[in-house]
C-alpha cells in the first residue's frame, strides 16, 4: 500500500476556493475592506454584497428590504412549534429545528440552489430573527413583536431580543459586529454548507447542516469563557496575576489565539471601539477597563492578539442581550455567509467527496452465531 498523507481534523488542507472572503491579512469580502464596509455600510448592503457579489444601489436596496421584510412572517406550524418547545431545550437547537421547518413552508420546496437559493436566503434573514425573536418572547410570556420599518436590520434585531427600542449608538454597534461576523472563509460551519451544497440539497436543508455544527460545547462556550474570565478578574489591578497564572498553568485564555503564531484578528479592534462607545452609554467602563488590563497583560508576557469573540462577548452583555442568545445572536451574522457559500458551491457544481483511511482490524474470519461465545 502507497503511502498517503492523512490531515487530521484538515488542519491548513486547502479543500476548496471561494470568491466570498479572505481572512488572512487584511479581511476582505468580496474585495472590499471589511473595516471600511463595518463603518460605512449597513448590515443589509453587505448581505447583498455577499450574496449578489454586488453592492446595491438604492433602489437594489429598497427592494431588497422589501422582500426582506414583507415575507418575514412565521409559518403558522413554525409559531406552534416555538409555543410547545420544551423549556430544556437551547436557542441554537430550536435554531436548527426551526429553520429545517421553515423549508417545508417555503413556497419554492425542493428547487436546486441555482434556482432558488438567492431568493430562500432573503426570506431566511428576514424570519430567522423572527424565530429567535419568537422563542424569546414566548420564554417570558409575551407576545411576539412584529418588526418595524423604523429601524435597522440590527436594530429590529435588538428589539427581538431585548424588547426595548435600541438607541442610535447600540444599533450602529451591532450594526458593525453582524458585519464583522457575517462570513469568515471556510470554518466547519461554512464547510458543512458546502458539503451539502455540493451533493443537491436546498438551500435550506445546506443552512440546517451548518446550523447542526454549532450545537457542541465546543462552540456554545466561546462567549461564556471569556464573561467568565472578565467576572474573575474583575478589576484592572488583577488582570497581570491572572494572565500570569493562567500562562504557568498552561490553561486557555478565552478571547485570545492560541499561540503567537496564530496572530490575534483585525476585526477585533474595529468592534472594541464601539464597546468603548456603549461602555460611555450604559455605565460599563469597568468592564472595559478590565479587558483592556488583561489585553496587555496577554500580550506583554505571551504576544498574543485577541480574537473577535474576545469584543464580541463583552458587546453583546452591553447591549442587554441575554447570554443565553449571545451565540443565536451570532448565527444571525453569519447566516447570510452560510447562504453565500450554499450558492458558490451550488453554481460550481461539483460534489465534496473525501476519502477515510482505514485504520481497524486485518481481516477476522466469520464465526456462525451458533458457534460464538
Do not use: K
Not at 454597534?173 to 458539503?195: E, Q
Not at 455605565?283 to 506583554?300: G, L
Not at 469584543?311 to 453565500?340: I, K, Q, Y
Amino acid at each position: 500500500m502507497s503511502l498517503e498523507l492523512y490531515h487530521p481534523g484538515l488542519e491548513g488542507v486547502i479543500a476548496g476556493e471561494t470568491n466570498i472572503s479572505c481572512v488572512e491579512g487584511d479581511v476582505l469580502y468580496r474585495g472590499y475592506s471589511v473595516a471600511e464596509l463595518a463603518s460605512g455600510a449597513s448590515f443589509l448592503e453587505v448581505a447583498h454584497l455577499l450574496l449578489t457579489e454586488e453592492l446595491p444601489f438604492q433602489e437594489q436596496l429598497a427592494d431588497f428590504r422589501s422582500l426582506l421584510w414583507d415575507d418575514a412572517e412565521l409559518p403558522d406550524s413554525v409559531s406552534r412549534f416555538v409555543r410547545d418547545l420544551p423549556l430544556h431545550v437551547s436557542a441554537v437547537d430550536m435554531l436548527r429545528t426551526g429553520v429545517s421547518l421553515l423549508g417545508n413552508d417555503d413556497t419554492q420546496q425542493g428547487e436546486s440552489i441555482p434556482e432558488a437559493g438567492l431568493a430562500q436566503a432573503t426570506r431566511l434573514l428576514g424570519r430567522v430573527p423572527m424565530l429567535l425573536g419568537a422563542w424569546r418572547r414566548q420564554r417570558d410570556g409575551l407576545p411576539v413583536i412584529e418588526p418595524s420599518p423604523m429601524h435597522s436590520y440590527a436594530g429590529n434585531l435588538l428589539l427581538q431580543l431585548t424588547g426595548a427600542e435600541p438607541t442610535s449608538i447600540a444599533e450602529r454597534a451591532l450594526t458593525a459586529a453582524l458585519i464583522l461576523s457575517a462570513d469568515n472563509a471556510l470554518t466547519p460551519s461554512s464547510f458543512a454548507t458546502r458539503i451539502a451544497a455540493s451533493m443537491g440539497a436546498d438551500l435550506i436543508s445546506a443552512v440546517t447542516a451548518a446550523l447542526g455544527t454549532c450545537g457542541g460545547p465546543q462552540f456554545s462556550q466561546r462567549y461564556v469563557a471569556i464573561q467568565q474570565a472578565l467576572s474573575t478578574v474583575g478589576s484592572p489591578e488583577a488582570a497581570e496575576r491572572w494572565v500570569r497564572y493562567r500562562l504557568g498553568e498552561s490553561l486557555p485564555l478565552p478571547g485570545f489565539g492560541p499561540s503567537r503564531e496564530t496572530g490575534g484578528d483585525p476585526r477585533s479592534a474595529l468592534l472594541s471601539r464601539w464597546c468603548s462607545e456603549l461602555a460611555e452609554e450604559t455605565d460599563c467602563r469597568s468592564v472595559e477597563e478590565t479587558a483592556d488590563a488583561i489585553e496587555w497583560a496577554v500580550w506583554d508576557m505571551s504576544g498574543r492578539s485577541p480574537m473577535l469573540t474576545w469584543p464580541t462577548a463583552r458587546l453583546f452583555d452591553a447591549l442587554g442581550v441575554d447570554r443565553e442568545l449571545h451565540v443565536p445572536l451570532f448565527l444571525c451574522s453569519r447566516l447570510v455567509g452560510w447562504c453565500a457559500h450554499a450558492i458558490e458551491q451550488a453554481e460550481e457544481g461539483e460534489g465534496i467527496r473525501p476519502r477515510s483511511r482505514y485504520r481497524g482490524a486485518e481481516r477476522i474470519e466469520f464465526e456462525p452465531l451458533e458457534l460464538r461465545g
